[in-house]
């Protein structure tokens, strides 16, 4: 059974780091594009980062970049998303998913499995 499990969220204060992983069962993540997404109450769910199983390429939005770093661990077939510097309008549920083909890595219909999502809270 092909499965993505999230973990690593939690409540961390505003200017505080956190690191949320997706690990993967059933297939190898070597072979997709991973994208992270959140979700906060009352929003769509967005595109947060994406990693490319070709070449590594990374992607972010512009409200994460240079704050949010997407790695993976293809001996630990996990895919890693470390938070820096993280606001209180980072809060949401983190979901991450994959993708065979590479499309527009923002568009979340463009992924083919998904976890269950990882909540994280930056409050004080």
């Known amino acids: 059974q092909l499965q993505l499990v999230e973990s690593g969220g939690g409540l961390v204060q505003p200017g505080g780091s956190l690191r949320v992983s997706c690990a993967a069962s059933g297939f190898t993540l070597d072979y997709y594009a991973i994208g992270w997404f959140r979700q906060a109450p009352g929003k769509e769910r967005e595109g947060v980062s994406c990693i490319s199983s070709s070449d590594g390429s990374t992607y972010y939005a512009d409200s994460v970049k240079g704050r949010f770093t997407v790695s993976r661990d293809n001996a630990k077939n996990t895919v890693y998303l470390q938070m820096n510097s993280l606001k209180p309008e980072d809060t949401g549920v983190y979901y991450c998913?994959?993708?065979?083909?590479?499309?527009?890595?923002?568009?979340?219909?463009?992924?083919?499995?998904w976890g269950q999502g990882t909540q994280v809270t930056v409050s004080s």
């Open positions: 998913a994959a993708q065979t083909y590479g499309s527009s890595w923002y568009v979340s219909s463009n992924y083919d499995y």
